[in-house]
């Protein structure tokens, strides 16, 4: 790992020395001059080009880069030390030290805070099950193979054998302390979706919802004035624990779940502007 020992307050105030060397150098220049010293050009020269590295330095400091501003020594060499048809004198070196203070501004302005990159919501979903791993631990992996079913057949539109999964997998819980009644909500939204599928209704009012206390354990946590479908919401919540605890807990389910990953993706997609604003 590397180790920047800069102080953040030195670092900070370096574009300043750009337009100090760079118009110290002119200055410089101009008094020799008026001095009658014949080489005084170099004076100015030599402000722009150091200038032009400490720009560079400045450039390569920052999270984000700046293309335009780690090229301004080349630049520099290019205009004032190889030979060309190009002027270096005093009006050259103003308006060249004018431009690298410009970028050096700029280069301060909008290079300074690393670019915020969004989340996948593959991303997201990786780091949820890391986060409910505490809660995973008791499960075994009986039951998370019965959960990882009762999740498959749901997917491959089979309701009634995943309500009797999903029967399986609740008997299973009274086996499993500390109980988790979390799961224990989950299995029961989908049975009664499950349910309602086979049965060809729609339901509503849905009888059995998560509580506060699930909140922690939930893969889209909202705040209320963005639900708009509370019922869609723990339905979607619940495919995406259930997803989960089988993936994290039946070993034999494993592969069969990673290719259907993408169902779940497709269920946090749905709600990414929320979970991403």
Known sequence: MKTNTTPPGSRSRLWMAVPAIAFGGI??????????????ALAGIAGCVIASFIL???????PRRDIVSLFVPLYAVLIFIVP??????VIVQAF????????AVRLEKLFNAPKQEKKTMKQMLNEYIARIEPFLAPIDEETGHLVAQALLTYKFELYGNAAGKIAEA???LDTIAPHPGTLERALLILRERAGGFAESRVITSPEHTFMKEDYDALAIRLRPDQIESPAALDLDNALILLYAVGIETSPDDEQALEEHQRFVIQVLESYKDKLTA
């Open 27 to 40: 200055g410089i220049e101009l008094l020799l001059m008026s001095a009658g010293f014949p080489y005084a």
């Open 56 to 62: 560079f330095y400045q450039a390569y400091l920052k």
């Open 84 to 89: 060309n048809d190009i002027s270096s004198g």
């Open 96 to 103: 060249y030290a004018a431009t690298i203070t410009l970028l």
């Open 170 to 172: 609740l008997a299973r």
